[in-house]
């Protein structure tokens, strides 16, 4: 059988995004914007992009960052805490500068630390999301020191996300970067206003790349990769050709040392071959014809956008990725480092 050398698709969106802010964001904006028009990006800065006048000020920063030539539409998101005010975030969407918002739960992940520290105290919030349309991202992780890492992402879908379905019916919801058997099984038997978003790393790898043979952190990430039963899972649920699952790379950079340090931080840069990395799994369980649907249509019209005009051009070839990027002055270890991947963009 004759491998498919080249495939074309209607350009993609970026549904998960951290661009991060000030040089840093300037060094990997070029990442994204080369593969993707646009990009929901997390609100999750320091301080947090919580209010109307903090996305509009960010938007206009990514936008001057934007290298020439190249054409991309940040989505801003507004970070909820326990005091959002309702009528602020229902302006901003209204506006039509957030096009969402999203929920951390305090000490979830990077910059989470202001988060929601329980959904009843955002439920005036959401109340008024559900009656506007606006979409609710959810970071679907428990943060209680009893419940084992591994285990955050179930129990959360059953102490607070079946609940918060059940209460809210008509709320958009978009489970962000799910890692789990239990989490693709909740959102297939959910009504039509529930979706999910996929990473590459997720998958591609299971929890055995970050802890067999030593500690590999520049695969840590959250939620941390799970069993391979949980991979198999998810990659089912990706060429499935279900509306209910799209992509979101939830591409994160650290410096090296921020990552290789006594408390490494989460997250994994693989922005610069994210569409390269979903291509590849999409090849490999022969679902290629299911690409263009997953990378561009379905997060779109979940989110009730246009699709994107043109297209882009993925080619079957050897990639050597490198062993780390200076970004920023600094040193990032990206994706797939030191790793011969099998497609590139073609420019």
Known sequence: ??????????????????????????????????????????????????????????RERILAALP???????????????????????RGFAAGIFTAAKLYPANATTNSAQGVTAVRNIMPVL?????????LLVHGEVTDHEVDIFDREAVFIERILDKLVRDLPDLKIVFEHITTSEAVQFVQSAGPKIAATITPQHLQINRNAILAGGLRPHFYCLPVAKREEHRIALRKAAISGSPKFFLGTDSAPHERG???SSCGCAGIFNAPHALESYAAVFDEENALDRLEAFASEFGPRFYG??????????????????????????????????????????E
């Open 258 to 260: 921020a990552k290789e």
């Open 1 to 58: 059988m004759t491998q498919q050398q080249t495939i074309t698709i209607r350009r993609p969106d970026d549904w998960h995004v951290h661009l991060r802010d000030g040089v840093m964001m300037q060094g990997v904006l070029g990442f994204t914007a080369r593969q993707f028009a646009r990009a929901i990006v997390m609100p999750n800065l320091s301080p947090p992009v919580a209010d109307v006048a903090a996305a509009q000020s960010y």
């Open 127 to 135: 109340e008024r999301m559900q009656q506007t349309g606006m979409p």
């Open 305 to 346: 956008l246009p699709l994107n005009e043109g297209t882009v051009t993925l080619q079957r070839a050897e990639v050597q990725v490198p062993e780390s990027l200076t970004i920023a002055g600094g040193e990032i270890v990206p994706y797939h480092a030191g790793q011969v991947i099998g497609w590139r963009l073609v």
């Open 68 to 90: 020439e030539g190249r054409s991309f539409q940040p989505l801003m998101t507004c970070y909820l805490t326990d005091d959002s005010d309702p009528a602020e975030i229902a």
